[in-house]
């Protein structure tokens, strides 16, 4: 997942004119948010329309091209509606947040969904996201799916495991946790709560679940599930495109599954304040920029032998500086 930082007001996309043109119609402009894009077209509903209200397919204005912008799912627009019955985006209001992979601006909320066994949950790669969701200053929710495999299956003992590691390390460092079951309909009705008034993008491990939860979510969607590949350990890829799907009084965008992540938009100094326990106890070190690997008094290599810092952490952390260095010498 690639994530562009909120904007600067000097980096906020301008608004084209509201003066007639050419080829613009005489049709009032209406304020809309783009819910899909597709081939070259934008689905547009009104901020006003009601939820089941279809959007309105709109072309982007050239000006976009000219200036190299282009808008994006989850964008609030200016449009107006031309004489064939579709529509033109004139413009697009400052941005809040935009990732890149997948590209969608104005997300709130990112809901990290990680399966407690089936594939096996893997710290590293959701610590990682973690990671880039702090980076964008996106609050996140993690989301445990798969709860009944704690109960019946071959790696009960795995998933519960797993369960019990992730409420024992993220809950004390202020991450919220849900647990859910598709097959038992356990935990969608909290997760459904708390989605509504957001923008959401569901990410995470591949073939842990995120479409089996948006159809237990929203009755009469059936968006495309496989069913893992043990033999691969990873799903197969079956969102095609990103669409905000309407959950009843908030939005989710549903994407691919990833599997890999890099570190591309952040800086080495930058990593320490996106594990939140690392934040907060950097200001006690004695040396400012504090890379927490092997100055004296550090304040958080103290809490780690403390056991204040769960290992997993730490050593992920110290992973991704490495990772991180090894890129710098490269390019």
């Known amino acids: 997942m690639a994530i562009r930082p909120p904007q600067t007001s000097s980096q906020r996309i301008h608004k084209t004119s509201s003066r007639p043109t050419k080829q613009q119609s005489n049709n009032e402009s209406q304020t809309g948010r783009i819910v899909k894009a597709l081939s070259g077209y934008y689905y547009v509903r009104p901020l006003d329309a009601a939820s089941d209200e279809q959007p309105i397919q709109c072309r982007a204005r050239g000006i976009f091209k000219k200036r190299g912008e282009s808008p994006l799912v989850g964008d609030v627009v200016e449009f107006e509606e031309t004489e064939n019955g579709e529509g033109a985006v004139n413009s697009i209001s400052a941005r809040s947040s935009e990732l890149i992979r997948p590209p969608v601006a104005n997300i709130d909320l990112a809901v990290l969904v990680f399966s407690v066994t089936?594939?096996?949950?893997?710290?590293?790669?959701?610590?990682?996201?973690?990671?880039?969701?702090?980076?964008?200053?996106?609050?996140?929710?993690?989301?445990?799916?798969?709860?009944?495999?704690?109960?019946?299956?071959e790696e009960t003992e795995e998933a519960r495991t797993a369960l019990n590691d992730v409420l024992r390390i993220y809950e004390p460092i202020g991450y919220e946790v849900l647990v859910t079951s598709s097959k038992q309909g356990e935990g969608t009705s909290a997760l459904s709560e708390r989605l509504k008034g957001h923008l959401a993008v569901f990410a995470g491990q591949s073939g842990v679940g995120k479409s089996s939860l948006l159809n237990a979510l929203v009755p009469g969607l059936t968006l495309e599930t496989n069913e893992i590949s043990n033999r691969l350990g990873r799903g197969k890829h079956t969102t095609r495109h990103v669409e905000l799907i309407d959950i009843g009084g908030g939005y989710v965008a549903d994407t691919p599954g990833f599997s890999q992540l890099d570190f591309a938009e952040l800086g080495i100094e930058e990593l320490g304040s996106c594990f939140r326990e690392m934040q907060q106890l950097s200001a006690s070190c004695k040396f400012r920029g504090c890379t927490h690997l092997h100055e004296p008094d550090c304040a958080v290599r103290a809490a780690l032998e403390q056991g204040e810092i769960a290992p997993s952490r730490y050593n992920n952390y110290e992973i991704f500086m490495a990772e991180m260095k090894e890129k710098k010498r490269r390019y």
């Open 118 to 153: 089936e594939p096996t949950l893997n710290l590293q790669l959701l610590d990682k996201f973690l990671v880039h969701i702090e980076h964008a200053r996106i609050d996140a929710v993690l989301c445990l799916s798969k709860q009944d495999l704690t109960e019946e299956g």
